[in-house]
C-alpha cells in the first residue's frame, strides 16, 4: 500500500501502527516521509480493505491523497 498527501504529522506512522494491529493485519514500513508511506500488509483482502479506509478517514492532522495497492508477488522456493 504507498499513501501519498501531506503526511507530515508525528502521530501517522504509530496510528498506523496501531490500527493495523487492532485489525489483526502484519505490517512493515518500508518508506516513510512528509508526502509518501510504502506499507507492506498482509492478511485477508477484507481487513486490508478496512485499513485502506481507515487511513483515508483518520487521523485528523493529516491529508490523504491517494492510496494505491499492488500484490506482492509470492516467492516459492
Known amino acids: 500500500m504507498t499513501i501519498l498527501g501531506d503526511l507530515g504529522a508525528?502521530?501517522?506512522l504509530?496510528?498506523?501502527?496501531?490500527?493495523?494491529?487492532?485489525l489483526g493485519l502484519a505490517q512493515t514500513v518500508s518508506h516513510a516521509d512528509d508526502e509518501?508511506?510504502?506499507?507492506e500488509l498482509d492478511g485477508p483482502e477484507e481487513l486490508i480493505d478496512m485499513m485502506e479506509?481507515?487511513?483515508?478517514l483518520?487521523?485528523?492532522?493529516v491529508?490523504?491523497?491517494?492510496?494505491?495497492?499492488?500484490?506482492?508477488?509470492?516467492?516459492t522456493s
Open 63 to 75: 491529508w490523504v491523497e491517494t492510496i494505491g495497492r499492488e500484490p506482492l508477488a509470492v516467492q
Open 10 to 12: 508525528a502521530s501517522f
Open 53 to 56: 479506509v481507515g487511513c483515508l
Open 36 to 39: 509518501r508511506i510504502e506499507l
Open 14 to 22: 504509530p496510528w498506523i501502527r496501531r490500527h493495523a494491529d487492532r
Open 58 to 61: 483518520g487521523p485528523i492532522d
